[in-house]
């Protein structure tokens, strides 16, 4: 007679999977529930329908068709209503990371076995990733009654994202399960959490004290004090952290914690931390790198070198380590040496930072050629990320006054990215700088044709035609389609009162300037605002307004472009010399 039970290299591969907690939690390094001891097997006869199935399924998995295994087991989890294939469906669902269907699968095993805590842990987990929290609750309290330790402030990984009474629902429901469980740590510990949240930073603490009577040297609630202490500016928000590192100097985790919290704000003490840190660990390079950053940071170049150095030697994190020998490279003037250590970074976060940096020391010394070989190695060798290359060497180009150049790049991008919107965005507005607004407007339009909704490009649009032609009524749908869709934009409301300026509406051209201006007071929108003014007659309004700006941009063109224009240059008194006209 066959069993309905798995093989065991079936059964090693299900549970390793499911040993790997498939939700990345809003509190770090709480402990989740530890999985159950698998319960002895209950031999069940396997109908004659489902055996070829479960074993299709099996030699699926010995072939990596993980695809096809969990379509069979799928299948047969709702035909033979067993606990046991629900859960290894479970499993291997949450291995391939399909969520729906793991949801699918542990809610049916939660039926089929309502004591099993592992089911009811992972269904919870399963419900916290897809922001059903309130759901989640009841499930992790059967795993607490059961008496095993029990991941609480899972429940909070979202918990902005919750409206107003699904808030209040999920405090309630925790100090429910508080009063219920009293000396429950992890409650406690998310209690004081929610607390925090609100602001309530006494009552938070007061709940802390209840759990540090239980366990004094809770980590979790230690940072969490440490965190509310530094808010309310305590002169010694670190010492209980301090004693239990005293009372247990060789606790990494929690000394990293203490680090990562004193450089926030007090550098050397952190520096000193990651030192402690870096003797009982010599060769973890992450350890390395924060403290070369750390010294960078503090303006001591010279040992964070060392520890870059250090880490090159081990081979660790060396593109990391290359990129910031660069930038102390380029500090010191050694314009060849930052190329030699940019050009050593072959992946990672700092790769585009280093293409970038590469080609500006390039561009600088007139080798445009040797800037553009070295975006073109780049792109060969990582076409993933292609087209943000593309976009920083056209960028570059045009900061460096090479607006041709940076065309030619733009144009041979698209030919490779057709489909990329913020590479014809960016041509677009390069266009318009070269006076192309054919090329302009043709993008742009392209760009709109794709995406009837995007705002940017509607507003590129409308202001272009309202400041350089006289197609106000396209320019003022364009605009207002664009405001519709992001009404709280300054720069939308900037061409708003642009474009009822270009009409003659000088009114509401003030409200959308006021308003746009008070958001983000950039000095294209002082130059707008100004304009709109002084044509109104009050010039001394526009003054207050240019005069503000031209203090914090003394060479924005088009500020002072308008003032010129407007014969203004001489009642602008700000400046150290007069404008030039």
Known sequence: MFRLLVPAFLLALLNACAATPPLEEAVPEVATAPAPEAPEPVERPIPDDSLYPLLVAEFALRRHDYDMALEQYREQAQILRDPGVSAHATHLAQFMQREPEALELVQQWVE???DSTEAHNTL???????GRTVEAMPHLAVVARAGMDTNFPILLSSFDDLGPEQQADLVRGINELADEFPENIQLLLTQALILAQYKQFDAALAKLEQLFELQPYQPQGMLLESKILLTVEDPAPFARLERALENDPQDQRLRLQYARLLSVNDLPAARQQFEILSAQSPRDG???LSLALINREIGDDLTAKAYLQQMLSLGQRT???HYYLGRIAEDEGDQDAALGHYNQVQDGRELLSAAQRAGIILVRKGDLEE???????????H?????????????????????????EILNQALREFPESNSLRYSRSMLGEQLNDLALMERDLRSIIDRDPNNATALNALGYTLANRTDRYDEAYALIARALELQPDEPAILDSMGWILYRKGDYSKALEYLSQAYARF?????????????????DTEGAKRVWQGALLKSPDHEIL?????RLGASSLVEVLPEPLPR
């Open 383 to 407: 076409p993933q990320q292609g087209e943000q290359l593309y976009a920083l060497e056209a960028d570059l180009l045009t900061q460096a006054g090479e607006p041709d150049a940076a065309m």
């Open 560 to 564: 002072v472009e308008t003032i010129n």
């Open 319 to 321: 593109d990391e380590a």
């Open 112 to 114: 089929l076995e309502p």
């Open 521 to 537: 007071p950039d000095p294209e929108v002082a130059a707008h605002l100004g304009e709109v003014l002084w044509v109104s007659g």
């Open 286 to 288: 992450d350890l390395l």
């Open 124 to 130: 919870a987990t399963l419900l916290v990733r897809r």
């Open 371 to 381: 800037s553009h070989a070295g975006f073109e190695r780049r792109r060969r060798a």
